[in-house]
């Protein structure tokens, strides 16, 4: 369960300019994949650094 705060607010610019994710340069579409049954293939993204920091951030503040 997770308990909005109406007072919090994000830092002035963060992650504002930040990609959320970068592409996997190791994942592939699967063979066995079908476009019409599983949907466009879209490559895997690798969390950013700074983003990976900021949820563990979060997920600290959490427990």
């Given at each position: 369960?997770?308990?909005?705060?109406?007072?919090?607010?994000?830092?002035?610019?963060?992650?504002d300019?930040?990609?959320?994710?970068?592409?996997?340069?190791e994942?592939s579409?699967?063979?066995?994949?079908?476009?019409?049954?599983?949907g466009?293939w879209?490559?895997?993204?690798?969390?950013t650094?700074?983003v990976r920091?900021?949820?563990?951030?979060?997920?600290?503040r959490?427990?």
């Open positions: 369960m997770e308990i909005e705060d109406d007072e919090a607010t994000k830092p002035e610019g963060w992650l300019d930040e990609l959320e994710g970068i592409e996997d340069p994942a579409k699967p063979e066995d994949w079908d476009d019409k049954e599983d466009e879209e490559d895997l993204k690798l969390k650094p700074s920091r900021h949820l563990a951030a979060v997920s600290r959490g427990q």
